[in-house]
């Protein structure tokens, strides 16, 4: 890790890298819910139409693999039309979604 001396940078730079932290963090949270299962495609090619259970919150949506980064390992087969969506289980995304909505408005608050 390379060291930050924090005490002479500029406020907005230090809350520009608690936000990139930040999000590194929720990021790798999401990988591991892949590994865990709580994570899926939702929609079956060629004709895919996606949509989440009601206990689900759509991540992403792709209609092929490349459009699926970074949750590509497990998208299958490329939609010939329509899109797949990328399913978690609402309670690990929400938490998710919702540190990060409260990281996003610090920051925004800050350069105002």
């Known amino acids: 890790m390379i060291p930050v001396n924090t005490t002479q940078m500029h406020p907005s730079t230090l809350i520009a890298l608690l936000l990139v ?33 009601t206990e689900e919150h759509k991540v992403k949506e792709a209609a092929t693999a490349a459009e699926a980064v970074p949750y590509q390992a497990t998208f299958g087969k490329e939609c010939w039309y329509g899109k797949k969506y990328y399913c978690c289980q609402r309670n690990v995304t929400a938490d998710a979604d919702a540190d990060l909505n409260r990281v996003e408005t610090r920051f925004a608050n800050l350069n105002n």
């Open 21 to 53: 932290a930040a999000v590194s963090v929720l990021n790798a949270d999401v990988g591991a819910d892949v590994d865990e299962g709580i994570c899926q495609w939702r929609g079956s090619a060629p004709v895919c139409i996606g949509e989440c259970e």
